[in-house]
């Protein structure tokens, strides 16, 4: 099979990101309108098609220059936090990727730059995980990765298990009052509210399951 951390995977998988927040614009836009700008889901569908133009027009040699491609991209074309965010998210993993040389060991470097891209938003955002941000969906979705692998689970298992808390994390910004970000300009009247960057980040690891399973 496939190694799911070379570079048509990777591509296969910002791609596949970039079809869903396509899909869900408007949703991440509305859910942004309640407690941001409005602007989420049109400045991330505008930065990750971007994004897959790049890929397209320039295959990266690697799956490190993949990965930097999209999170320079990013940053140039997407407005307000989440680009920077994201990028610093697609740039760290690249650097964890950039080491690695044996193929038997894909599940554990795809982990290790999930991880190394989580570690890169908290720095960035200066945010920790109940802040109601795109950590409380990130960090648990790299926990659940982490301990499917150190099970022994295969790694079609453990993304899935990934995707899954992700989504559970998302759902758990609903009654959080945030502390981050615009959001927190609302105080206790965020509560009630999906956060729209938990809920991108969600589709992120959703996209990753999607396109990697099967692929080793």
Partial sequence: MADPVDTAALTAWVGEFARLVHEQRDELTALDAAIGDADHGANLDRGLTAAVSALDA?????????????????IRTVGGASGPLY??????????????????????????????????????????????????????????LDRALADGE??????RAAARAAADGRD?????????????????????????????????????????TGRG
Avoid: I, N
């Fill in 154 to 159: 295969p790694l079609d298992e453990a993304l």
């Fill in 87 to 144: 990028g610093t998210f697609f740039l760290r993993a690249a650097g964890a990727l950039g080491g690695v040389t044996d193929p038997t060991h894909h599940g554990t470097a795809l982990a290790a730059a999930f991880r190394a891209g989580y570690d890169g938003v908290v720095a960035r955002g200066k945010a920790e995980p109940g802040d109601k941000t795109m950590l409380d969906a990130l960090g648990p979705a790299c926990d659940a």
């Fill in 58 to 74: 320039e295959p990266p040699a690697d799956p490190a220059a993949a990965l930097k491609t999209v999170a320079t991209t990013l």
């Fill in 172 to 212: 758990a910004t609903v009654p959080m009052v945030a502390r981050k970000g615009r959001a927190s300009y609302l105080g206790e009247r965020s509560a009630g509210h999906q956060d729209p960057g938990a809920t991108s980040a969600a589709l992120l690891v959703q996209a990753a399951a999607t396109a990697l």
